[in-house]
């Protein structure tokens, strides 16, 4: 059974700080990751997406892959209190389909 | 200019009953999808279609029946209601099966009384 993992949380960050967000995967041969962010009683929205070769950036938000470990992170720079939200962690499986975790709620204090 | 819609938002009906819900996306994507996500925020793949095929359809029971009449539309037929079945339900589309940046609708709660 193909698994991604994430704490569900709270994840409780001071405003401004870096908030780090972690989701593990068992399929070794996944390649492509992804984030999306859920506010309550809302739609997952994606953040960002990442393939195995490599790292992203994009303003605030960076997601990294650790291969040999097996896990994905997303770090938010300059926390803001709209960053609080469920982060939902998502790995392509091997038939194309969307492997989900739990999610980690993140609340981020002024 | 909505991307994903949904309707209903909400809907509350007795166990038992037949509802459905509907699904519309006009980004033009060629694959969408059914979730179902619980009280616990876990997200669930139902059913995906591709160009009107069917080409995702976990374990759930056959109360569930999916219709793509198109690309543009996927609806979800409920039969018999239970307790169990109340959720919030997710459409979703993406740009083809390959590419999963998938983009959802607002979601409709369902509430079996």
């Known amino acids: 059974q193909k698994e991604v993992e994430q704490n569900s949380g709270p994840l409780s960050v001071p405003e401004g700080a870096i908030a780090s967000l972690n989701c593990t995967y068992s399929d070794r041969g996944s390649q492509s990751f992804f984030w999306y962010r859920q506010y309550s009683g809302k739609s997952p929205e994606l953040i960002m997406f990442i393939y195995s070769n490599g790292d992203k950036e994009d303003g605030r938000f960076t997601a990294q892959l650790n291969k040999a470990s097996q896990y994905v992170s997303l770090l938010i720079r300059d926390s803001q209190p709209s960053d609080s939200a469920t982060y939902l962690c998502a790995v392509r499986g091997s038939n194309y389909q969307l492997i989900w975790g739990a999610g980690t709620k993140l609340i981020i204090k002024p | 200019d909505t991307a994903v819609s949904q309707t209903p938002k909400y809907l509350v009906t007795q166990m038992g009953n037949d509802k459905s819900i509907k699904c519309e996306q006009n980004?033009?994507?060629?694959?969408m999808y059914w979730y179902k996500q619980d009280s616990k925020k876990f997200l669930k793949i139902m059913f995906s279609?591709?160009?009107?095929?069917?080409?995702i359809n976990e374990t759930v029971p056959n109360r569930f029946s999916p219709k793509s009449p198109d690309k543009a539309h996927l609806n979800l037929h409920i039969n018999s209601l239970e307790l169990g079945d109340s959720a919030v339900y997710f459409c979703?589309?993406?740009?083809?099966?390959?590419?999963?940046?998938?983009?959802f609708g607002p979601g409709t709660r369902l509430t079996v009384l």
């Open positions: 979703a589309s993406s740009p083809a099966a390959t590419y999963n940046e998938q983009f």
């Open positions: 279609y591709n160009n009107k095929e069917l080409i």
């Open positions: 980004l033009g994507h060629d694959t």
